[in-house]
């Protein structure tokens, strides 16, 4: 069965350091997205992406934060200069173009020094 | 406002009790996606049910079961005969179509399953 996969699965950085969190989603799915996940909260929305563009983008994904599909299969999310609040588990998910259903990753648990 | 409620925070049964886990939505939307996640230990997020805002039928995958209920705007998950297995973080998750497509969240229900 087709899967979303993330690396790393674990990361530690310095704060202040840049950080790129890969995703490679579902083969023919067209809609991307990324969530994060402090420690022991919920799950919450940072960015979509669709047709090489972001969709919508909430309000904690900041200047620091962007992403990009290099290429056909990878889809990341790059963080600037990590803040130790940056420290979260982050989700990658994508959908098919008639799928309302959005497949989640197993997720990279970010921690910020 | 677009909010999931899911007021227990956590909940302990013993091995073979059957066990609710509720879910109160808010939406003005006419149009909308309900889901279910589970979230083990692990981690990962595991989906386990969509539900559309026109269907409101009951559904039952085995142990699990659904009951969506639009006049009282909830969506409650109920597993039989729980199991050690089933403990977990459980989310309640909207999507209101007639917006965009990310989903909120809401912030879980952890359950335990003592043997």
């Known amino acids: 069965e087709p899967e979303v996969t993330q690396t790393p699965s674990h990361q530690v950085t310095q704060m202040g350091q840049e950080v790129i969190l890969r995703c490679v989603p579902i083969?023919?799915?067209?809609?991307f997205y990324w969530y994060r996940q402090i420690l022991g909260q919920k799950v919450e929305f940072l960015v979509s992406f669709y047709n090489n563009e972001i969709s919508e983008k909430s309000e904690i994904f900041d200047d620091q934060f962007s992403v990009e599909r290099p290429d056909g299969s990878n889809f990341t999310l790059k963080i600037r200069s990590t803040k130790l609040e940056d420290s979260a588990m982050y989700f990658c998910?994508?959908?098919?173009?008639?799928?309302?259903?959005?497949?989640f990753g197993p997720g990279t648990r970010l921690l910020v020094l | 406002a677009q909010k999931v409620t899911q007021a227990q925070t956590e909940i302990s049964v013993v091995e073979k009790e059957d066990v609710t886990l509720d879910c109160v939505y808010e939406?003005?939307?006419?149009?909308?996606?309900l889901f279910w996640y589970k979230q083990p230990p692990s981690g990962e997020l595991v989906f386990l049910i969509r539900r559309n805002s026109f269907d409101e039928q009951n559904e039952i995958s085995g142990r699990y079961s659904w009951n969506f209920q639009k006049s009282t705007s909830s969506f409650n998950f109920t597993i039989t005969a729980s199991q050690v297995v089933d403990s977990a973080v459980y989310f309640c998750a909207l999507i209101p179509l007639n917006r965009d497509d990310k989903i909120i969240f809401g912030k879980g229900t952890r359950l335990h399953i003592l043997p």
């Open positions: 939406t003005r939307d006419t149009t909308y996606y």
């Open positions: 998910a994508s959908r098919g173009q008639r799928q309302e259903t959005q497949y």
């Open positions: 083969s023919n799915h067209l809609y």
